[in-house]
């Protein structure tokens, strides 16, 4: 998929949490104490320098950033233009997803929850999860469709190595979705100590939001990268992949690469 | 709008009934797409005080398993919105039998409301004779700012959820933005995940109970059985049964008969 750089103002997150028409809070009443003490409380957690601090040193240290900006001779030469490849996959655990879970499991650790809640579609989320939960020492359990269990059985088993609990989400299509709903249900069952690490775009405000900032970092490292290599920080084509996954905030906050969130 | 509130079904009931109230769900086209009227019929039969008649969604989250195999059923059978208010049509004419006089709450989530149309989603409510609706997961505030004068104005009520989290404050705010009754929800859980009555929901029961709200308030989510609808009603106006009539229904049958009895064992 291909986004051009014109002008946008639609990925800014307005006060009630809408983006445009979209957006929101849907969520049962049951869930809105805890949404609402994430909302009032993430964009101070996030300000706060012990939090940038660990956060950024985690990035560094942890997870190996910044991850290099690769030219592509040969790719650039079959399509016809100069691209440049941004190797997310070098993160630990292999995906961009730890960007997001290292920042949250520190708001979750800053909200004094003690357990974690995910759930993970094709698995990379939740060996992210996984991850910061053994990290940190907290309780983490990841529910997965069941077809997705099969289909993606290492990552599985790496949740597992990792101390996670991985539970087959046998409802509805058996996949992603159902995954999401069983985590939400999961969370309404246990609402005081439970912090759920969304890491699709699906959730009620404020985590598209915040997991865009978390995300951000990728857009940071690129302007810096791509202006020492060619003098200009804006490419002129973001080309990436959107599947059920986070892959979209990173391209809203890649397009509006004036902002420095994190 | 004070007007259409009035005369509405469940603000009438309340007026002339404030204990033991026993509200019923069961899933609209469950088990059978047909099965809906004849159950609603069936309930009223039955003596029951309200009904809740769900609206079927793919991810209804604030649901357990028994409610949501329902929902995939009545989906599977062909069971729409569009379906939903044609089945209702008639209902309360009485062409089919007795006319259906019990107050009537369509229950389910935003997203399809949406798909519909929120303001042909209420013409079609008021057409067919639904007095209210229940939708968890459609935020208050959103409600107040976009679709308040819309259900008002075709006298629509909108039943709010509160729940042991839910802080004293909001639920005074939900209290004076509610008409109808208050839903509590009984603990820190989905439909059908609890068994009994335990000391820390009494607790809960007795503190709602001692803020003396506006609204008089039905108790749902883990009222299974006689024992537990009588120890809600001893704390609030009635209770709602869900998860166990649909599991009664999968069992023993949707007649009238299998639904009276159903009814005698709660109210017992």
Known sequence: ?262 | MTQEVTQNRITDLFTHKSERLLNVYFTAGFPNLTDTVPILSGLQAAGVDIVEIGMPYSDPVADGETIQQSNDKALDNGMSLKTLFAQLADCRKGTDGDPVTVPILLMGYINPVLQFGVENFCQKCQEVGVDGVILPDLPLDLFLDEYAPIFNEYGILNVNLITPQTSEERIRFIDKESDGFIYMVSSASITGSVKGVSDTMQAYFERIEAMNLRNPRLIGFGINNHDTFDKASQHANGAIVGSAFIRHLTEKGTSAESIRAFVQTIRA
Request: include cysteine; glycine fraction near 8%.
């Open chain 1, 1 to 262: 998929m291909q986004t051009t750089l014109e002008p946008q103002t639609s990925f800014e997150v307005s006060d009630k949490g809408f983006y445009g028409h979209f957006g929101g809070a849907f969520i049962p009443e049951m869930l809105y104490p805890n949404v609402e003490e994430l909302r009032q409380n993430y964009l101070n957690i996030i300000a706060d320098p012990a939090f940038q601090a660990e956060f950024w040193q985690l990035l560094d240290d942890y997870v190996g950033r910044p991850t290099p900006l690769f030219l592509a001779k040969r790719l650039s030469e079959k399509v016809g233009g100069t691209v440049y490849l941004k190797r997310e996959d070098l993160c630990h655990t292999g995906a961009h997803k730890i960007n997001n879970t290292i920042g949250q499991i520190l708001v979750a650790q800053r909200l004094g929850k003690k357990r974690i809640v995910a759930e993970t579609g094709a698995g990379q989320h939740g060996v992210a999860t996984a991850t910061v939960c053994a990290l940190m020492g907290l309780e983490c359990i990841v529910y997965m469709g069941s077809i997705d269990m099969e289909r993606q059985k290492p990552n599985v088993d790496r949740m597992r190595m990792l101390g996670a609990t991985v539970v087959p989400a046998t409802s509805g299509s058996q996949t992603l979705k159902d995954a999401t709903n069983e985590a939400m249900r999961h969370w309404i069952n246990n609402p005081v100590d439970t912090h759920y690490i969304i890491g699709s775009v699906v959730g009620p405000h404020p985590y598209p939001d915040m997991v865009a900032r978390f995300q951000s970092v990728i857009s940071e490292e690129v302007k810096k990268q791509l202006f020492a290599k060619t003098g200009n920080e804006n490419p002129d084509y973001v080309v990436a992949c959107v599947g059920g996954a986070a892959m979209p905030p990173e391209l809203f906050t890649i397009t509006s690469m004036n902002h420095r969130y994190v």
